[in-house]
DNA sequence: GCCGCCCGGATCGCATACAATCGCTGCGTT
DNA sequence: AACGCAGCGATTGTATGCGATCCGGGCGGC
């Protein structure tokens, strides 16, 4: 039953923010897909998952929506996102136009120890990928994710990070919602590729494998298939139990 | 003594949500400078402001803190943010890599609408021009901001629009804080340059204006005042009051 | 006289309590 | 039988209370 639990459920040892802590779960639970988009996250409920009161858990989900993965409804509640197809668009374009220029400034401004984490990272990928099934599916998602953050890092641009940190995560659940299957595990060489040009400080490269990556990942993803009716459209919205 | 009145004090023409209007009358008070940086925003005393609980101030001084406005220390309280030099630097690298994009998208993807609304906002800032004195100069720093966040609108994408929300923000504080009181009326002209190029759909034109405009501007701050030492900026931080 | 320590006030962190709102169910009416 | 409406349960919106934490000032020791 227990969605996720707080490392230190007595509260001493977490120290700092524990409604971050429930932020962080929850956002992993929703990019894992661990909560299907629509869910209703009724504010008694997360706090009871989390053994804190409603207004931790309020505070958690308030964060969530302003990163839109969440959609609070005023006095009807917090719902898990379920991003049309025009969104799903738009978080993509957003990343088109935001991620080359961060791959060149991670170009100019990385630090050989931020080139060796990406490195180190691309390793953790290259296991997932090694792995089949569902979960190993879901792992290769966010590992995915993690090399574009670990790339905004690297651009040594903490508002840019911010940024990403927001749009890979909207990716993530729009990969999960409109991806097929087959050829998600493409991505893991052209992010060698991408790193292969940091390293050699060639930007202008950087910047075209970025691109390429951004247009394989998005074409991979099936935005057509809800086109019905917009009554269609507005039943999606319901909860899907 | 007091900051800003809410339009409907009683509370009920504002219909949803009053955390909301909070938040946008302390943001614009901060990137008015109405509150000058590194002012502590006690959560009581902003509540005592709008007539609300420590609650819903609490809700929007965090809000702000998600738009870097404001920072929030654990068990301390909420300061009016006080951007150095290189945290200006990083607002700026950011809006040099989307802007141009957002203005690209634009080109596209602009309606009549915009376009006219574009050209209204021109004629309003051309008013806020002739006027002179401190209070002129806000105005105009305002109108300014206003101009690139109705051309993010343009693009069509929310969430590059919602970027730029807060970049607008943090550049408006930034100039503020460190920019020379004399050139910043040059960038009127430029605006109109770049509406003319998106009306001729001239992307590379809108591009380049917008690159040349942000140049303009980053150029008229003096971001090398505070370089005297480490110590200086630790200073930095606390209330100059 | 200077330094470190302890204590008090202020402020936040979090929980809980009360009020407002919404959607739903069941009844009465047409 | 179908529609409209009123009461009710559930859930959120908002306020307040209590304990925890931190900063600053006063006191004692060196």
Same mark, same amino acid.
Do not use: W
């Given at each position: /039953? &227990?969605?996720?639990?707080?490392?230190?459920?007595?509260? +001493?040892?977490?120290?700092?923010?524990?409604?971050? @802590?429930?932020?962080? %779960?929850?956002?992993?639970?929703?990019?894992?897909?661990? $909560? @299907?988009?629509?869910?209703?996250?009724?504010?008694?409920?997360?706090?009871?998952?989390?053994?804190?009161?409603?207004?931790?858990?309020? &505070?958690?989900?308030?964060?969530?929506?302003?990163?839109? $993965?969440?959609?609070?409804?005023?006095?009807?509640?917090?719902?898990?996102?379920?991003?049309?197809?025009?969104?799903?668009? *738009?978080?993509?374009?957003?990343? +088109?136009?935001?991620?080359?220029?961060?791959? @060149?400034?991670?170009?100019?401004?990385?630090?050989?120890?931020? !080139?060796?984490?990406?490195?180190? %990272?691309?390793?953790?990928?290259?296991?997932? /990928?090694?792995? +089949?099934?569902?979960?190993?599916?879901?792992?290769?998602?966010?590992?995915?994710?993690?090399? %574009?953050? !670990?790339?905004?890092? @690297?651009?040594?641009?903490?508002? $840019?990070?911010?940024? /990403?940190?927001?749009?890979?995560?909207?990716?993530?659940?729009?990969?999960?919602?409109?991806?097929?299957?087959?050829?998600?595990?493409?991505?893991?060489?052209?992010?060698?590729?991408?790193?292969?040009?940091?390293?050699?400080?060639?930007?202008?490269?950087?910047?075209?494998?970025?691109?390429?990556?951004?247009? %394989?990942?998005?074409?991979?993803?099936?935005?057509? *298939?809800? +086109?019905?009716?917009?009554?269609?459209?507005?039943?999606?919205?319901?909860?899907?139990?």
């Amino acid at each position: /039953m &227990s969605l996720a639990t707080i490392p230190d459920p007595d509260g +001493r040892q977490t120290a700092d923010d524990r409604t971050q @802590a429930i932020r962080d %779960h929850l956002r992993d639970a929703i990019v894992d897909r661990r $909560l @299907a988009p629509g869910t209703k996250l009724t504010e008694t409920e997360v706090g009871a998952l989390f053994n804190v009161s409603r207004t931790m858990a309020r &505070s958690a989900l308030q964060m969530l929506s302003f990163e839109g $993965l969440v959609r609070i409804e005023r006095n009807r509640g917090a719902f898990v996102a379920n991003p049309d197809p025009g969104e799903a668009r *738009q978080v993509f374009a957003a990343r +088109r136009l935001v991620e080359p220029g961060i791959a @060149a400034a991670a170009c100019a401004q990385a630090t050989p120890r931020d !080139l060796a984490r990406l490195r180190a %990272h691309l390793a953790d990928e290259r296991r997932h /990928m090694d792995l +089949r099934g569902p979960s190993a599916r879901r792992a290769e998602i966010k590992a995915s994710g993690e090399f %574009h953050l !670990l790339l905004a890092e @690297a651009s040594g641009n903490q508002i $840019l990070h911010r940024f /990403m940190e927001e749009l890979i995560a909207r990716s993530s659940l729009v990969i999960a919602l409109y991806g097929r299957s087959g050829a998600s595990s493409c991505g893991h060489d052209e992010h060698g590729g991408i790193v292969d040009a940091l390293e050699r400080r060639d930007a202008a490269a950087a910047q075209a494998l970025v691109v390429r990556h951004i247009d %394989h990942i998005e074409a991979d993803l099936d935005l057509d *298939q809800g +086109r019905t009716t917009s009554l269609k459209a507005a039943l999606s919205s319901l909860r899907p139990t």
